[in-house]
């Protein structure tokens, strides 16, 4: 399990492995999102099966957070995650204007640090 740094990217774990894309774009105000964010990254850490995360918001709001799990079934279980689902829901209803989830098989993975 990996912590993710907002300075470089994380240390990509021995494929195979699998990389969960969310792309979104928030409603205005904060509206208890960043506690809540808070959370699930400390319970997404919790998880069996999780590898680590990236995330990023661009100036104009898009964010794209890639977090990386061993298998399906761990993907699958983060989903079912009870507080979780709960989550996925309150931000239907409050946060998100829209978002995109993706599902990437990652077969390769290198990475480049300057020294």
């Known amino acids: 399990m990996t912590a993710q740094s907002p300075e470089r990217p994380m240390s990509p774990p021995e494929p195979p492995y ?5 792309t979104s774009t928030r409603t205005p105000g904060d509206n208890g999102y960043t506690e809540r964010a808070e959370r699930m990254f400390q319970l997404a850490h919790e998880q069996p099966g999780f590898l680590g995360v990236d995330t990023a ?19 699958a279980a983060w989903r ?30 290198y990475q480049f640090t300057r020294p």
Request: no cysteine; hydrophobic share 40%.
């Open 80 to 109: 079912d995650q009870a507080e979780h689902a709960e989550t996925r829901a309150d931000g239907r209803h409050h946060w998100y204007e829209s978002f995109a989830v993706h599902v990437a098989k990652v077969e390769r993975a």
């Open 57 to 75: 918001r661009g100036a104009a709001g898009l964010r794209i957070t890639v977090s990386y799990w061993r298998d399906e079934e761990s993907i």
């Open 18 to 22: 699998y990389a969960v894309v969310f």
